[in-house]
């Protein structure tokens, strides 16, 4: 399965300022200019592909959306935050456009940050598609529907087009989405609930689990009662704050970076991306914050899991 992430900014979509801007624009010119000084045939591309994470790419202000492509091809949609509507665009050139798309999407649960890219959603709007909407909610129709009461949005969600169908999962079993590909789904701490899902192919298993909060005690309970989070290949996985915002924003139902790599460390995860970023931080700051977690888990005598910033457009193959 390939994975790509859609939107992975927290709580509200942050586009970046002008400020930002112009100063990431500075560094990379005041860096161009040094380098074109040494060489003779300065290659514009070339020198754009060796700048450091920070410079060559925009972490990105869309809210939480994660795309999963199945080996068959078959697109499963995690969250439908900001990040959702250039998806449903790229969708609409393809069999969506005609009304002869299907495709499924998670919801982890219906914080506005998950939720308010799907009035945005073209393929929602095609008559003949088909929407299947996952949850472990019994009143997931109804919520989805309330965020486009026409005191809010000027079209309904109960009146678009498409086909919906919409399915309860029960918690801790696991599903057959396809020959080859499962699904299994817990509960998280989290203000109004949260759930993670797992997705298991013959590879590996990808696991998203985010609007969480942990702590040293959650992550011991947990682990006694589960092996859900163990042994994954790739988690994308909260982690808002740094450690001392985590101890501030105590009961926020978000977890810190550092945390977030005692939990990886402990579950023996291979490779795990640190998302949900929280809305006002700029770029270096997230770098700066992705640097320590780096630093944290060399401090713990490991050189495992592999880390990574969520970005938008960051994919991963499993
Ligand atoms: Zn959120
Ligand atoms: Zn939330």
């Not at 994975?3 to 942050?14: E, K």
């Not at 649960?109 to 799907?118: E, F, K, R, S």
């Not at 598609?129 to 965020?147: C, G, P």
């Not at 005692?262 to 931080?281: D, F, G, I, S």
């Amino acid at each position: 399965m390939r994975i790509t992430l859609r939107g992975v900014r927290g709580s509200l979509p942050s586009p970046m300022g002008s400020d930002e801007y112009q100063q990431k624009l500075a560094t990379i010119i005041a860096t161009a200019l040094e380098k074109s000084k040494k060489e003779d045939n300065f290659d514009i591309p070339a020198f754009i592909r060796t700048l450091p994470k920070n410079l060559k790419y925009n972490i990105g202000g869309n809210t939480t959306c994660v795309e999963v492509q199945s080996d068959s091809g078959k697109i499963y949609i995690l969250d439908a935050g900001t990040g959702i509507r250039a998806l449903g665009d790229e969708l609409m050139a393809s069999e969506f456009g005609k009304g002869q798309g299907e495709i499924s999407l998670f919801f982890t649960h219906t914080h506005w940050d998950h939720i308010h890219g799907l009035p945005f959603f073209k393929p929602v709007y095609i008559p003949g598609n088909k929407v299947h909407f996952y949850s472990i909610l019994d009143d997931l129709q109804e919520r989805l529907a309330y965020q486009t009461d026409f005191r809010f949005f000027p079209a309904p969600f109960n009146d678009t087009a498409s086909t919906k169908n919409f399915i309860k999962l029960e918690i801790d079993k696991s599903y057959e989405l396809e020959p080859g590909l499962s699904v299994r789904t817990i509960p998280l701490k989290h203000p109004g609930g949260c759930v993670a899902y797992r997705f298991t192919n013959e590879r590996g298993s990808f696991i998203f689990a985010t609007d969480v909060e942990f702590t040293g005690d959650y992550l011991e309970d947990l682990n006694t009662s589960t092996d859900f989070f163990n042994d994954a290949d790739l988690i994308v996985l909260d982690a808002q704050y740094t450690l001392d915002e985590s101890f501030q924003k105590f009961d926020w139902g978000h977890t810190s970076f550092t945390m977030a790599v005692n939990c990886a460390l402990k579950w023996r995860t291979r490779h795990m991306v640190l998302t949900h970023h929280e809305p006002a931080y700029s770029d270096e700051t997230l770098m700066e914050n992705y640097r320590e977690a780096v630093k944290h888990r060399n401090s713990m005598g490991k050189s495992w899991p592999r880390l990574h910033i969520a970005r938008e457009g960051a994919r991963f193959k499993i």
